[in-house]
């Protein structure tokens, strides 16, 4: 088995326990008036609770650890490395739930990331890391 194919398998388990986490674990607070300033208006992730907290340092941990490995494997000039970065920030953010959410759904929120870690895996796919210690 070669390492793109566990990175790739490695990605599945994280995107299924990102969902569980954003769909299950998580909620949005509708920001009020702020229809009148984008459209579909704008929220707010909820605070979580301890248990959720420790869901969610887990998965930052790993998707971190799985980011770090793949950029060790890319060429650092690369425009697919820039792409891999911003798209690992995207996922991240949502992760985190440090910024404000444009999605009106959390089934949405997660179709975003499901779209990012597609992206990642493309990405990962076309540049064939190198070997993973």
């Known amino acids: ?16 326990q990102i969902q569980r986490f954003i769909v ?6 509708y920001v009020d008036g702020s229809v009148e ?3 579909g208006g704008a929220y707010e992730w909820s605070e979580l609770a301890p ?4 869901i969610q340092i887990k998965l930052i941990s790993d998707y971190s650890g799985i980011i770090e490995e793949m ?4 060429p ?16 991240l953010s949502y992760i985190r739930q440090d910024s404000m959410c444009w999605d009106s759904s959390l089934q949405k929120s997660f179709e975003n990331i499901q779209r990012e870690l597609k992206l990642q895996k493309q990405l990962i796919t076309i540049i064939q890391p190198m070997p993973i210690m």
């Open 71 to 74: 950029c060790l494997g890319m």
């Open 1 to 16: 088995m070669n390492n793109v194919h566990i990175i790739l398998e490695r990605y599945q388990v994280l995107e299924e």
């Open 76 to 91: 650092e000039s690369s425009s697919e490395l820039q792409r891999f970065i911003q798209s690992c920030g995207e996922v």
């Open 51 to 54: 248990a959720e907290r420790e």
């Open 24 to 29: 299950c674990h998580s909620s949005l607070k």
């Open 37 to 39: 300033v984008v459209d």
